[in-house]
């Protein structure tokens, strides 16, 4: 089992910044990709972006060039660092873990609130 506990989330003004941060405790299967997906209000979840152990990284296209994402390895720790935020940002963000490999499991955070309003 791995568990994840995510942390950074808020209220922020349009064109304002949040960073989100998510550690991973637990059975860390050594070959992994760690990201973020988020889920607004009436609609379905969705990437936003994925990091893997290499660093091979996967954004949504609504973020690119907004959004980045980070992540280090010894620690089982992912960052997403989130600039020129929208409303239409407004969303749960919930960290995301899946193993590579072995039994190919999946884990989610608890999910953090992000609002973007004035």
């Known amino acids: 089992q791995v568990q994840l506990v995510e942390s950074g989330g808020g209220l922020v003004q349009p064109g304002g910044s949040l960073r989100l941060s998510c550690v991973a405790s637990g059975s860390i299967f050594s070959i992994n990709r760690m990201g973020w997906y988020r889920q607004a209000p009436g609609k379905q979840r969705e990437l936003v972006a994925t990091i893997t152990m290499a660093g091979n990284i996967n954004y949504a296209d609504s973020v690119k060039g907004r959004f980045t994402i980070s992540r280090d390895n010894p620690k089982n720790t992912v960052s997403l660092q989130m600039n020129s935020l929208k409303p239409e940002d407004t969303a749960v963000y919930y960290c995301?873990?899946?193993?590579?490999?072995?039994?190919?499991?999946?884990?989610w955070g608890q999910g953090t609130q992000v609002t973007v309003s004035s």
């Open positions: 995301d873990f899946i193993e590579l490999g072995g039994s190919w499991a999946r884990y």
